[in-house]
């Protein structure tokens, strides 16, 4: 549904949209003949099924495996293939660094090289976390002209770099050349307009250097992703409601973020993320739940551990249920089945339930139905506009 | 599909086809928990979908309501969101009046100002169609320089301006006010060029207050939904075909004009409008057929009353039938749920029957066996091209 159009037709309601994103819910036929969700033992989520109507969302396009950001996206109610979340973004996001309007965010990586320069190692033996923190705390001493510098670790040979400042350009070339023997290249400029931005990078390089070149490890650094905070349709103006995420990992707090959403203290597993819900249930009217461990097990190709996080999932459902949520939505962002043991192209699973749901002939949350359900297989970016639909908070087209 | 695609690729033909609009078709369950499709007696559209092939259309986009304009022109091929009919222009076509290309039409209800000129009654407390009528005859006495003035009376305190001349425009602020107890506001030009067709319309306002400003009730009026006759494509042009429309009703009558159909006497019923089809046989390649009670029932929220106007249209079948349509479709415009008493944005059930329609599993012709169906869940305005391709109407792309 085009934006302009959601803005025209969108009203506000009283009624509480809830989203769960079980990641990376879809799965594939384990070595039972079943797939996870098939698998799971998960009463709630059934009985959801047999009364509301399930179907198969397609994240980003048929075929094509979407990355955490833009199957987020899509859920969001946002064209994924318009609406980019560069990896820098997505990666300082992760660490739930509060990007501005100016910032231009890279992935970086401590790299190890020889004395001729030459990579030895491109994640420099996946130093320490806790080493790179204090090589970053060293790095943060580096002062550019015109620009704040801030670089933030991650986790192992991973941190992010951010420079804060005017004009900045994203159209940079990567440094990681993938592979070992060969040196770091410079930064490039990819534009005219970039020239600036690509020596403010390389002078920051070669002051790094200067500070970390006569480490044994982690001596050198690469850059890649180069991204702006991306200017992404708010979900409170496009839809005129007040929207919360209750996500336990950094990463899905920030995206909620850069779409409009508050974010609320989760705790650190479903229990208490639906008592944030409970809490904070008069403050909003749309509240996106994010559910990792799915995603991790299928990540991990534990096919068992993924069916296990499936039925926890369940068992905490009559918390979020008790609430009564006008709509309530059960999806995920991407397939991640565990015999894969990596995000997949298939199209997921997803639940709708709501007083004025249509119920379909599917009496069971899994693949094989879902692919009857009376939602039909559709683009995930349709989902959200059909839940406010149901939650009243869309008025007539035309007359 | 691409109008340029159709143009290129449609061939004339011997074939007929019926398009039978069963108008807010698509249900809910109701208290028996079976929409009212299902609970409908219908052996014949049963046996259509036995035969033949079924699934649910979606007329504008997920999760959007349509008005019977869009709801229209999606079932006649043309995207919704592209050919808006304005509701002025919906409003002339619903008492049959001729809008020719440089007619401007708008909405307009009398209203009742006090002494002050503040509203005291934004529909002139429904005064009598009667009344109206006479009122409506005194305000054609206006005169505006350049144009022919058209007023037309509608039902009880609604009638239609319409403004002929070359040059009108349609960017008109809209004069009523929503509320009591304001005076109500002067026509507004909303971009320079409408600036002489606002100061024609506050000129005709100003004659009008003339005219009835003495009136105890219905002294004043307001304006909106200024609109132009779109310029639509037209079904002939587009198919290569003669296209006729039989309705009862003259909304969709107009509906149908503007796409370039004829209309048919349709008298007061099924029986008549499955008469005329039968006369007029020979003359025509297309036939649209809209039945308006499955609607009006479901507005009223009588759920029995629309399972009652399903299972009349169904018994009227046979005289349709037993003109052997090559391809016959049955659908609606829209959902109209007996229990939500409006039109909704739940997919509405369609079937297709025809020679070289693939029969899908389906054996019954309801919301349920639809989601399921062997057409799928589908954009409506992909429906029209489908029969006509099964009516031997749509040539081979590509070599």
Known sequence: MDLDLIRRLSIPAETKVVLCVLDGLGGLAGPRGRTELESANIRHLDRLAREGAVGLTIPVAPGVT??????????????????????????????????????????????????????????????????????????????????????????????????????????????DPQREGVTVPPVEALAPSAQRTADLANQFVAEARKLIGGRAQANHLTLRGWAHRPDLPQLPELWKLRAAACAIYPMYRGLARLVGMDTLDAGTNLESQFAALKQHWNDYDFFFVHYKYTDSAGEDGDFDRKVRAIEDF???????????????????????????????????????????????????????????GGLGIFPAKELLPQAFAHAGRLTKYGA
Chains 1, 2 share one sequence.
């Open 314 to 372: 369940d068992a905490c459902l009559p918390a979020l249920l008790d609430l009564r949520p006008d709509v309530l939505l059960v999806g995920g962002d991407h397939s991640t089945p565990a015999v894969l043991a990596s995000h997949s192209w298939h199209p997921v699973p997803v639940l709708m339930s709501g007083r004025t749901v249509r119920a379909d002939a599917q009496h069971r949350f899994n693949e094989t139905e879902c692919a009857e």
């Open 66 to 175: 979407p990355g955490s950001g833009p199957g987020h996206m899509a859920l969001f109610g946002l064209d994924p293939l318009v609406y980019d979340v560069g990896r820098g973004v997505l990666e300082a996001t992760g660490i739930d660094f509060p990007l501005g309007p100016h910032d231009l965010a890279a992935r970086a990586n401590f790299c190890t090289v020889d004395g001729d320069g030459l990579i030895t190692d491109r994640r420099a033996g996946r130093v320490a976390t806790e080493i790179t923190a204090e090589i970053c705390a060293q790095l943060r001493e580096i002062k550019l002209p015109g620009v704040e510098v801030f670089v933030e670790p991650v986790r192992e040979h991973r941190f992010v770099l951010v420079l804060r400042g005017e004009g900045l350009a994203e159209e940079l070339s990567e440094t």
